[in-house]
C-alpha cells in the first residue's frame, strides 16, 4: 500500500463546478497535511495546510479525518485557471519525511 | 528573487556522463532537500541536509548520486554515470526551522539519451 494514495483522475469540470478530491495516508501517526497546487513542467507550490477543524481560504475547503486518515479538497466555482495537478501532502515528523502523493490532475473547460 | 534557484534548469546529456545541479536555497533557511519527480508520479524524497550536515538518505539515493552542501548554503546534486532512467525533472527544496511548508526550487530537467 502507498504511503499516500489518491485518484489520478483526470477530473474534467466545466466553469463553476464544485469539485473534490480525496487523500488517503497510512501512517496513523502523520503530523501535519497540505495540499500542493503544481501547474505543467512547474514545481509545486504549497496551496494550503490542512487542520483538523477543516480550514478554507476563498473557494478551497480542506479537511483532515485523522479516525478515516483521509484528507479532502474541495473547490467551488472552478476556474479555468485551476486547471492543474493537485498534490496531496503528508509529513510525518520534520521537514525529509515528507510524502508526496502521485496527484490529481484537474481540467476546467468553459 | 528571494527564493530557491536551481541550476541549469534544462540539460541533456550522453548515457554515461556525468551531471551536476546546483541549489541556493532561500537565505534564512537552514534546511535543505533534494526530490526527484517522473512524469505522473509526486516528488519522491532522495536526501536532506540541516546546514551542513547530510542527515538523511533515500535508498533511491544510489551511489551513483552524490550531494553536497559544504558551506551550509547552496548545494550540489551530481549523478556520475547517468542512466536513461535517470531522465526526471530534480527539484530542490527549502524549509524553515519548523520544518513543515516546503519551499521548491523551479527544478531541473535532466533528460539521458
Redesign the interface.
Known amino acids: 500500500r502507498k504511503e ?1 494514495e489518491q485518484d ?1 483522475g483526470p477530473f474534467n469540470v466545466p466553469e463553476g463546478a464544485t469539485v473534490a478530491f480525496n487523500c488517503t495516508y497510512s501512517n496513523s501517526a502523520s503530523q ?1 497535511f ?1 495540499w500542493y497546487r503544481q501547474d505543467c ?6 496551496l494550503m ?1 490542512v487542520y483538523s477543524s477543516g480550514n478554507e481560504d476563498g473557494r478551497f475547503t480542506a479537511q483532515l479525518n485523522r479516525a478515516s486518515q483521509y484528507i479532502s479538497l474541495l473547490i467551488r466555482d472552478s476556474k479555468l485557471s485551476d486547471s492543474a495537478t493537485y ?1 496531496c ?1 503528508v ?1 510525518e515528523g ?3 519525511k ?6 490529481t490532475r484537474l481540467f476546467v473547460k468553459a | 528573487d528571494t527564493g530557491v534557484s536551481q541550476d541549469p534548469r534544462h540539460k541533456i546529456t550522453k548515457r554515461g556522463q556525468n551531471v551536476t545541479f546546483r541549489c541556493d536555497p532561500i537565505s534564512e533557511h537552514n ?1 535543505l ?1 533534494w ?1 526527484r519527480q517522473t512524469l ?6 532522495l536526501t ?1 541536509f540541516q546546514n551542513e550536515a547530510q ?2 538518505k533515500s535508498r533511491l539515493l544510489s551511489d551513483r548520486f552524490s550531494a553536497e552542501r559544504p558551506k551550509g548554503s547552496f548545494s550540489t546534486l551530481e549523478i556520475q554515470r547517468t542512466e536513461q532512467g535517470d531522465s526526471a ?1 530534480y ?1 530542490c527544496a527549502t ?1 524553515d526551522r519548523s ?9 531541473s ?1 535532466l533528460t539521458v539519451v
Do not use: C, D, H
Open positions: 499516500v489520478p501535519s497540505f513542467r512547474k514545481e509545486p507550490k504549497l495546510s498534490l501532502v509529513n520534520g521537514g525529509f515528507t510524502i508526496f502523493g502521485a496527484g | 534546511r532537500y526530490y505522473g508520479q509526486g516528488p519522491e524524497f536532506y542527515l538523511e525533472m527539484l524549509t520544518g513543515n511548508t516546503i519551499y521548491f526550487g523551479e527544478g530537467w
